[in-house]
């Protein structure tokens, strides 16, 4: 029991640690305060340390399941909640005065690692999403093939609207084939924290600046943004 609860408090502290802000660092950029550390890690440091910092936060998620799950051969509550706990320690890093990033990316790895067999319910509206939007971009003319990579333009809305659809059905899929009520409930956690995390970071800002306004929760639900 005991040990279990270490792996859970050992993988928050695992998912607390800020590689994309100590990469961003290191090339003189402080990405704390942006609104999307991944993106402006790809915009501002360059494409390299954007892709590592993607890759790093997918295996991230994965590895913290697939450690308790696959090596040490957890009981399902203590990977449920190992799983749960890198989430959480990225969202609400110890070592960022409990400010972190949204989670999309570690989501689907520790997603993928849960439980395998339903990651097509989690990829296909994501997949979606992106094609409506960001892969036309990619290809829109007169860009040079820097202007292609950097992704330019407005954010996209379809992609954040597919995520979240894409969180919304993992769960499902999770009981479609299933995989057990503690792995399901881990999913349903991670549903919930990604809305959570999507309403809250930097709302005291914006309701401060403009007051109650039921759009921007809407919006925020939605497409991860208070203004479109």
Not at 122 to 147: K, Y
Request: with cysteine.
């Amino acid at each position: 029991m005991l040990s279990n609860i270490l792996w859970i408090v050992g993988a928050y502290l695992y998912g607390a640690l800020p590689v994309v802000y100590l990469i961003g660092r290191l090339r003189g950029v402080d990405l704390s305060k942006e609104e999307d550390m991944h993106i402006s890690l790809w915009r501002k440091v360059g494409r390299i340390e954007g892709f590592l910092g993607v890759f790093w936060d997918v295996v991230k998620g994965a590895i913290a399941v697939l450690v308790v799950d696959r090596g040490f051969h957890l009981v399902d509550w203590a990977v449920a909640g190992t799983g749960v706990a890198v989430i959480l320690g990225e969202m609400w890093s110890v070592f960022l005065k409990f400010r972190g990033e949204k989670s999309n990316t570690t989501g689907m790895g520790m997603a993928a690692a849960l439980v395998y067999k339903a990651i097509p319910f989690l990829l296909v509206p994501i997949v979606i999403g992106a094609a409506i939007r960001t892969i036309p971009r990619f290809f829109r003319r007169g860009q040079t093939m820097d202007e292609r990579m950097k992704l330019g333009g407005p954010p996209s809305l379809s992609l954040p609207l597919g995520m979240l659809f894409g969180f919304a059905l993992f769960p499902l899929g999770c009981w479609v084939m299933d995989a057990g009520w503690w792995r399901t409930g881990a999913g349903i956690v991670l549903f919930v924290l990604i809305v959570i995390k999507r309403l809250t970071d930097g709302l005291t800002e914006d309701m401060n600046r403009e007051g109650f306004k039921a759009r921007i929760l809407v919006n925020r639900i939605l497409f991860d943004r208070s203004h479109l």
